[in-house]
């Protein structure tokens, strides 16, 4: 039995050979001729395990002709299996024998459930194993028995099924599963093969036609794949590049750059890309962008993959993209400049032509001269709200409109512009009407001009396009929140009895240069900015604005506004808004004879002694010679223009230097008003000249100058008055800080602010380079004005220059901000009990 189970083993080892040739080596065949050979193979082995049976007993013996024929249908296919069933069946029918039918009947049988079996596993998808090839061994098992009943008796069937059924239930079952499990191995491995060969034919032809260069580079920086897509990048062959390291190829400039970008690098790094230029084959070298991934190799080893894409074009779009964002920058900035120039040149005949038209309107004149005065007037400041529009919108859109935040009267506000436009609904016949809502809270934190302007804008526009009817102008509270400082909703509405806007229309009037139609624009004028000026205003400011409008029944223009509430102002700003103005001798340099007259005048009629220069250096060499209270500087004069002049008046130290200077400037954009504080005036005033606007200009710093500036205030501080020098502490300036601050936070503030100072003044006695000196008196310029510490704030100013200029003076000027810290804290202990407040002393 040993013997013959060695020669079956045997067998089962050439069906395996066989297989795995099969599986492995006829890539170029047909399924059909496949299950033919592999038919074939196992017909044979069948045929041999018949010839070479396993004897179990005297006349009973079993073979592996069932099996085989099973695991034909199940490896090899129908065809495979049906060639070894007919081997089969034919060498039984030429044996003959008492058991030719049984043989026969076992040979179709064992066909039948290999191809159902077979069926059943493909169709539920099933993974074979070790369960599923016993339990097909147990069925042929079986089946084989069941082809017994084939004998001449059934006695003789029963005899040979006692003595044949235990060894085929333990033989048949566990030859199938050594046999299917050796095939089924053999199937697996090719089939995992077979995937890999897929898989890496598949990575093989992307790599191969895409159109990015694919590399894998190992540690030491060679080459080991390139993609043939380098052909179209560098015109390099892969063969020329591959063993190589490409840092050959780099652009000189390029190779620190990408040995930064490789440094640290290894296996579990994040990918790192860069832009960098590689040389082409012929010499010139073009842009890529390489992103490289470290990672580990087939083999173990470390490598980075990388992908290599040309980026030239790319390159060249991002230069003329940035050329012509320069061009358009320079093209913006002509455009700025002309803005300015042109405010400059129309506002300054303005200047004269509504100055003097205010001015005749103050003499006695006929009632016909008057009207036409008047309508003079009028037209010059229609052109001066084109004019304003424009740039308004000009800054808007370029940016560099900034807000002006701090805390007003609302309801002062609403009942100004109601009065402002009141004579001009009058003179149409309409009631103008203000509706203030009783939750509207008084006093509120925000920009109060440009509140102002789109009130005015929308109220404007109310009264010009109704001709019979009321306009009425409304404010309510819609959300607010508990505390002081806390925003609330609120919604400004404008509402008349005009002929309406059709739907059709409304999305025209948020436009630019728009009017609803153009009939509105023949017969009211305007430039059509008011409504998107006031729309990107309201934005800029958090809120928005819309209108609700029947044609035949009226319109309402509404915009609704988040705003902080404020506190009410405190006696110190009573005091200041209540005070008289005084006399004052003020320095006007101005060199157009017409600004001139109209500027004084206005002056001269408020009580003021006004002597006039008409150029820089006159100014200059007046405020050597003379004692004036104030400045009026025009910006562009003949010989020195007024920031050379300021700058110069400012060099002359004491009193003289420190006098306000105001600017009166044409030139209304932001950026070149900042030109006039930089330089070292206290503030500007924008042509034409409005009296109301440079009176109160000239009112506030004459103010400013003698609150400190009295004997009273000097001894509550605790010096001595001095005509040269700026008063010590500006009583005003805390005041208004303690309004801000309240009682229980100006203590740690003033306290930490002392400190501060303290601390700069020691660190400039001991700076040795000019510059770190120049940075803290910087510093100490604005900590010290915070508190109103005027004389030193004047004295830090005054270092800071010299020490960035590097003038003998600085030590003498180091002396004086220590002396000047000492007084300043000694006029805060003097006046700020007062208050309730206790006051540290500085070191």
Sequence with gaps: MAYDLAENIAASAFVVLAYTFLIRRSDGWGLNTRQIVFGAVMALTALFSMVHPIHIGPGIFIDARTPLIGLSALFGGPLSAAITAATVAGYRLYLGGVGMEAGVANALLSFLTGVG???????????????????????????????????????????VGQRTAPPLLAIVPLGTLFLGGLLLREQRQHDAERRLGESEARYRLLADNATDMILEMKADGAVRYLSPSVR???????????????????????????????????PGSPPVTFTHRLRHRDGHYLWVESSMRPTVGADGEFVVVGVVRDVTERKRYEEELSAARAEAEAANRVKSEFLASMSHEIRTPLNGVIGFADLLLGTDLSAEQRQYVALQREAGRGLLAIIGDILDYSKIEAGKLELEERPFDLHRLLRDCRDLM????????????LSLGGTVPRFVHGDEARIRQILLNLVGNAVKFTERGSVLV?????????????????RFSVSDT????????????????????????RRYGGTGLGLIISKQLSELMGGRIGVQSSPGVGSTFWFELPLPVAAAPGLAAERREAAATRCARILLAEDVPMNQIVTSSILCKAGHTVEVVEDGVLAVEAMRKGEFDLVLMDMQMPRMDGL???????QLGGRRGAVPIIALTANALTDQLQLCLDVGMNDHVTKPIERDTLLSAVDRWLDAGA??????????????????????????????????????????????????????????????????????AHAMVSLAGNVGLLELSRIA???QHACEQERPDAPMLKADLRDAVNRASAALQAVLPTLGVAVETAR
């Design 422 to 433: 009141s004579n001009a609904a009058s003179q149409k016949g309409l009631l103008l009407q």
């Design 117 to 159: 079996f077979a069926m059943w596993v493909k169709r539920r998808g099933l993974t074979l194993g070790v369960v599923s090839l016993l339990g097909f061994g147990l069925l042929l098992t079986l089946v084989s028995l069941l082809s017994l009943l084939l004998l001449p008796t059934l006695d003789l069937a029963l005899q």
């Design 498 to 521: 005009g002929p309406g806007i059709a739907s059709a229309e409304k999305a025209n009037l948020f436009q630019r240069f728009s009017q609803g139609d153009r009939s509105t624009t």
């Design 797 to 799: 100013r005054k270092l």
């Design 707 to 776: 609150d400190g500036a009295q004997d009273d205030a000097a001894v509550l501080a605790g010096v001595a008055p001095v005509s040269d020098n700026p008063p010590v502490l500006n009583l005003a300036t805390l005041e208004t800080l303690a309004e801000t601050l309240g009682a229980d936070v100006l203590p740690r503030f003033v306290n930490g602010t002392l400190a501060e100072l303290a601390l700069r003044a020691d660190r400039i006695s001991e700076a040795a380079a000019g510059k770190a000196a120049a940075a803290d």
């Design 232 to 266: 179209d990048i560098l015109g390099h062959d892969p063969a020329e590049i591959v063993g190589r390291a490409p840092a050959t190829l780099l652009h000189p400039d390029d190779v620190e750059s990408a040995a930064t970008a490789f440094a640290g690098m290894n």
């Design 474 to 490: 409304s404010a309510g509270l819609l959300s607010a929140e508990d505390g002081e400082g806390a925003p609330v909703l609120l």
């Design 644 to 650: 050379q002049a300021t700058a110069a008046i400012r």
